[in-house]
């Protein structure tokens, strides 16, 4: 990947000094008749040269303009540069189809009756100087798209089509059209190969050799390209502004309960009150799929205009676009929070895939942070706990602190409900580790979404939190391991079993790149339950 520019320039240069000697030695023979002295093996064998450098051109180019996109696929069809880096593909393909014609059709038929030879030299001096001039405006827009900003770094404010293709929410989701309409593009195209095969063999009349495979080709492509298409809108790809923090999404938790409850449910299943009265049954933003299949965009735009025919109004008026990001965010964690049902307390070696939501506090003793400090240092046990019900606990963790510490993990405890001052005062004796209060709340609620498991998945009713939760984090941010000692036993209690998941954590290299701030298209999700939130029981 490194060397891939360098070998593309490099063989670009070489092309185009092959295709200079081509033209010079095409325009010195084509004018004479062919005789023993005519060099017409060293023309098949520069076309033979300048075909395999073309290839060879076409594919370092794809891979060197792969960092210039980095999965931003959307910038390329709404940038400049976007444009002019498909503008290169097509010509380069251009430039191929005009390169194999001249070497397969044209420079072979030079060998054949008079007639058919005659036809042949009059016709290849066009059509390679055809290919030289689109060899020059490919190292022309070459030369443009090094000066320009790479599509990777775009900003996609408004999306102007009211489509884009996902592969993951057509032919990824099982969808019968969708598999139906790609395997009928890809026959298609295969009948519209063999059918060019087939008129080169017979010789078939020009427009029949062009007109039918261009005809299934167009046809595959329309067809293919419909199957994979969904519906978008102007904000689908806009850039999140509001991090994905705790705060964020106790925030939206409490608008949810607030307005969202009588349709979506307590535990935002689809199952409100009011469910069985609309047109069409409200989403299951729980247990479906629905954070992966859509963009944060797309959300965005349900939550400001509504959706028509379902019953969702719109919240355009009624929240702030800074409260309408909240609730996109809190659609993440709830299916992220459904996700974590398959942690248990022993982490996957080498297989870091949930982000968790990030956030800051201030502790006991005046010091302020944030989860994403302890990025590249330490692993972190985030303790959820109820007092006096944890206090055992904490009593352990007091013990085993300067162990955790020489195995550099950090305790952060944080209280699942409020405390009083006298309280407070009693667990911060002696506390060698950091007791979270300002963020406290947020914290616990955010948390609290991700605190179902396979044998307890917490679906019906309000749910119910459990008075314990302790989750193991690693030094890159990842939600690696969880015990909630209601369900998952005594495994946590043994000190030795803790430091184990800790040490192999940090025999780990990094994986995955730290999480981002903000939530991305198509990332996996997951979702809580339980405890009163201000209203909302997830």
Not at 65 to 76: E, G, S
Not at 169 to 181: H, K, R
Not at 238 to 244: A, E, K, L, T, Y
Not at 509 to 538: A, C, F, N, R
């Amino acid at each position: 990947m490194m060397l891939s520019p360098a070998i593309h320039s490099t063989l670009a240069i070489l092309w185009g000094g092959v295709m200079l000697i081509l033209l010079m030695v095409v325009f010195k023979t084509t004018g004479m008749r062919p005789s023993p002295t005519t060099p017409w093996v060293g023309v098949r064998t520069l076309s033979t040269i300048r075909l395999l450098v073309l290839v060879v051109v076409g594919a370092t180019g794809v891979i060197a303009a792969y960092p210039l996109i980095d999965k931003n696929y959307a910038a390329v069809f709404v940038t400049h540069s976007g444009w002019l880096l498909l503008g290169k593909l097509a010509i380069v393909w251009l430039v191929l189809a005009i390169a194999l014609r001249t070497h397969l059709v044209l420079l072979p038929a030079r060998a054949m009756p008079p007639a058919t030879a005659a036809s042949a030299r009059r016709t290849l001096r066009p059509w390679i100087v055809i290919e030289g001039i689109f060899t020059l405006a490919l190292v022309w827009a070459g030369h443009v798209v090094a000066n320009e900003h790479p599509p990777n770094h775009a900003v996609i404010r408004d999306w102007p089509y009211p489509f884009r293709f996902s592969i993951a929410n057509t032919w990824g989701m099982g969808m019968p059209d969708a598999v139906i309409g790609v395997w009928t593009a890809t026959v298609l195209l295969l009948v519209a190969g063999g059918l060019a095969v087939l008129a080169q063999m017979k010789n078939w009349r020009l427009r029949w050799r062009l007109g039918l495979p261009t005809v299934l080709t167009v046809s595959a492509l329309a067809v293919g390209l419909y199957a994979l298409a969904v519906e978008a809108f102007p904000e689908t790809y806009r850039p999140i502004p509001v991090p994905f923090t705790s705060k964020s999404v106790a925030h939206a938790m409490t608008l949810f309960a607030d307005n969202c409850v009588p349709c979506h449910g307590h535990q935002a299943k689809g199952d409100g009150i009011l469910a069985k009265t609309l047109p069409k049954q409200p989403l299951d933003l729980l247990t479906e799929p629905h954070a992966s299949m859509h963009t944060p965009g797309d959300f965005f735009h349900w939550l400001t205009n509504g959706i028509p025919g379902t019953g969702m109004p719109p919240w355009g008026e009624t929240f702030s676009e800074e409260e309408r990001w909240d609730l996109v965010n809190l659609i993440h964690a709830l299916s992220r929070g459904y996700q974590a049902r398959i942690i248990n307390t022993r982490i996957l070696p080498n297989q870091p895939y949930l982000a968790p939501p990030g956030f800051s506090y201030t502790t006991h003793d005046g010091h302020t942070g944030r989860l994403k400090d302890f990025r590249g240092e330490k692993a972190v046990l985030l303790v959820l706990f109820s007092w006096p019900d944890s206090r055992e606990r904490l009593d352990q963790l007091r013990l085993a602190h300067r162990v955790l510490r020489d195995y550099k993990a950090e305790v952060l405890a944080v209280p699942l409900t409020g405390l009083t001052p006298q309280q407070t005062a009693l667990i911060k004796e002696d506390l060698p580790f950091s007791l979270i209060e300002q963020g406290a709340a947020e914290i616990a609620r955010t948390y609290s979404l991700f605190r179902r498991t396979i044998s307890h998945p917490d679906l019906m009713g309000q749910g119910t939190v459990p008075k314990h939760m302790e989750f193991l984090f690693d030094r890159f941010g990842y939600l690696r391991a969880r015990w909630i000692p209601e369900t998952d036993g005594p495994d946590w209690h043994d000190l030795d079993f803790v430091t184990q998941q800790v040490d192999q954590l940090n025999q780990e290299q990094e994986i995955l790149p730290p999480p981002p701030d903000y939530v991305q298209e198509s990332t996996h999700d997951m979702h809580m339950g339980g405890m009163d939130m201000g209203g909302m029981k997830m």
